[in-house]
């Protein structure tokens, strides 16, 4: 059973860092990749990185947020700086499952930017 498990989440203030984790199981997996939903809004994509290492962003992450992932230990993480009000939202953790190309969600950690 795959199973996706976000950690990291928390308050932070205007300026400051954050490090996500997701700890996946159950399979190994082609891209991961990090999505949030803010209150009201659609769910969108922050970063992607391929079994490669090949990395994507959204425009808005750009230079402030870096995705990394560790094969060996199904991991991947989000490291989150100069981070900003509008970057609150639930960031959810999502994977592409070997070989069956079966999207795969975890249940989301909550990150809040605020003075």
């Known amino acids: 059973q795959v199973q996706l498990v976000e950690s990291g989440g928390g308050l932070v203030q205007p300026g400051e860092s954050l490090r996500l984790s997701c700890a996946a199981s159950?399979?190994?997996?082609?891209?991961m990749g990090w999505y949030r939903q803010a209150p009201g809004k659609q769910r969108e994509l922050v970063a992607t990185v391929t079994s490669g290492g090949s990395t994507n962003y959204a425009d808005s992450v750009k230079g402030r947020f870096t995705i990394s992932r560790d094969n060996a230990k199904n991991m991947v993480y989000l490291q989150m700086n100069s981070l900003k009000p509008e970057d609150t939202a639930v960031y959810y953790c999502?994977?592409?499952?070997?070989?069956?190309?079966?999207?795969?969600w975890g249940q989301g950690t909550q990150v809040t930017v605020s003075s």
């Open positions: 999502n994977a592409e499952r070997f070989p069956y190309r079966t999207i795969h």
């Open positions: 159950g399979s190994i997996f082609y891209a």
